[in-house]
């Protein structure tokens, strides 16, 4: 029988005028893999930050291997075994990668004045080992390494911390996110060190909006719901239904992609490129983008699509080829040319590229568009704040007021916030960067909502879905890239969408 390893009791946690965590239990046991799915805001990253030491619970209690357990710090929560790998990750870049394994433990390496780096390096070419792990050398600098090794280092970290303190016991390692940026080759490889992790006696915490993962990877998932558990599933009993239906509270439809709000593309071409190239990246691309077409570009990564975003955004000058807004050539000096042709790009990564998370929602919504809130010369206030809370209502943005920063938001209504900005700058051209990237089931929803509104203002939307399912019920029309250039086209009306199938063959 499996020795439990971690326990919560009735975890709560409340912020001033917010019940964040009501009531939470959970046990882990020794070489499990648990997955956490819910809605943003359901209280996963709250529970995760309470494990790690980072916050403090206000109510309920835990223990570690029956021990009462109450971290006050991530290193008081690392010597005990319990580490977290952060989507945004922890590892110090510049420094080599044996320098960040022993990242405050160097005393151990010390001979007077000097660090006996052969010694360090040594030993963590051993930490590697013992988890199998090849292909890293610890002289080598983190920055040297991908994402995906990167995030196995972090592991390798936290891990090697707690046998320093305990030989004997085995970590938990908590997961938030880790395959939001990942390819499908990179995710395989980390589900591989998860299983070999588990295999070795240690718990992994996995949080993932993607629910396939969760069900192809967890022995046990603890769905939340509105700060409360709402349900533990078996490996066995899951499907992407039940846990649809005990996130959200209702049922998966045909109409998940609303589907029945597609619109038939307008005559009016509101965006063309002829022969578009940008050197070393993609070439000879054309096509023509309609009033109210969703256009959806599919390609595995180094295809060319995402360079050809760019270049649509103003973020690149192509090199050979014409762009044309509404019949007349183009050119975009920087992204704000093309924002004033009406263009507007939500990017991939909206924490770094799509926000400014100190700043105000209500900043973050004009930002794209101060002319529009000009009076006697200089940028109104009360104009701002009118706009802003007429997207508030309208998108649903839930926020304690438009004086927030964006960095209190959730993840699916920080891109709401994003989307405000975009269609406050009166955009004719949507190019959204896998517009659900990082947020739950319950916000997609939404965002696919807000995206069939665009359209019916007669929008034209490019999209880069974050799944081949995504693309393909969104869009009116697809083409695939491979290598850098367009190798099929798919019309995609309603009930007469393309098998996956079909779109892979153009893809590979």
């Not at 998860?194 to 969760?214: N, P, Q, T, W």
Request: proline share 3%; hydrophobic share 40%; charged share 25%.
């Amino acid at each position: 029988m499996k020795k439990l390893l971690f326990e919560a009791k009735q975890i709560e946690m409340q912020f001033p005028g917010t019940l964040a965590l009501q009531g939470v239990d959970m046990q882990i046991y020794e070489g499990e893999i648990i997955g956490l799915v819910g809605e943003n805001g359901a209280g996963k990253s709250t529970l995760l930050k309470i494990i790690q030491g980072v916050q403090t619970q206000t109510g309920g209690s835990m223990t570690l291997y029956g021990d009462t357990y109450a971290p006050r710090s991530p290193k008081e929560a690392q010597r005990n075994g319990v580490g977290m790998v952060f989507q945004e990750q922890a590892l110090i870049g510049n420094l080599t990668v044996g320098q960040n394994i022993f990242f405050g433990r160097e005393k151990e390496y010390r001979i007077g004045p000097l660090i006996h780096w052969k010694k360090m390096y040594q030993d963590a070419d051993k930490v590697f080992a013992e988890h199998d792990i090849q292909g890293i050398k610890p002289s080598r600098k983190v920055n040297d390494y991908d994402f995906a090794t990167r995030q196995m280092i972090e592991i390798c970290k936290v891990i090697s911390s707690a046998a320093a303190e305990d030989p004997e016991r085995r970590s938990m390692i908590l997961l938030d996110e880790p395959t939001s940026v990942l390819g499908a080759e990179e995710i395989q490889k980390l589900f591989t060190e998860m299983r070999k992790l588990a295999a070795a006696g240690h718990a992994v915490v996995f949080v993932s909006h993607r629910l396939d993962e969760i069900i192809e990877i967890c022995d046990r998932v603890y769905v939340f719901k509105d700060g409360k558990g709402a349900g533990m599933l078996l490996h066995e009993e899951l499907n992407e239904d039940i846990l649809y239906e005990r996130m959200v509270g209702k049922t998966t439809s045909d109409q998940y992609y609303k589907e029945n709000r597609q619109q038939q593309p307008k005559d009016e071409v509101v965006l063309e490129v002829q022969g578009l190239g940008l050197f070393g990246f993609f070439k000879d691309v054309s096509f023509r983008l309609h009033k109210s077409e969703v256009l959806g570009i599919c390609g595995v990564v180094g295809a060319g699509k995402e360079e050809l975003c760019d270049v649509l955004a103003g973020l690149e000058a192509q090199t050979s080829g014409t762009i044309l807004v509404e019949g007349k050539p183009v050119q975009f000096p920087h992204a704000a040319g093309a924002v004033e042709r009406g263009i507007v790009m939500i990017p991939k990564e909206r924490r770094e590229e799509g926000q400014l998370g100190s700043l105000r929602i209500v900043d973050n919504i004009a930002i794209s568009n101060l002319k529009a809130y000009r009076k006697n010369g200089l940028i109104s206030e009360r104009l701002q704040r009118e706009k802003s809370a007429q997207w508030i209502r309208e998108l649903q943005i839930r926020c304690s007021g438009m004086d927030s920063d964006m960095n209190s938001l959730s993840g699916g209504n920080a891109q709401k916030v994003v989307f405000a900005r975009a269609l406050s700058a009166n955009a004719k051209v949507l190019i959204l960067n896998h517009p659900t990237r990082g947020v739950d089931v319950g916000a997609k929803e939404e965002i696919y909502s807000l995206i069939r509104g665009a359209t019916e203002q007669g929008i034209a939307v490019i999209v880069l879905g974050d799944t081949l399912d995504e693309c393909i019920g969104l869009s009116t029309h697809i083409l695939t890239m491979k290598d850098g250039l367009v190798t099929m086209e798919f019309d995609c009306p309603v009930g007469g969408k393309p098998e996956q199938v079909d779109i892979i063959r153009g893809m590979m």
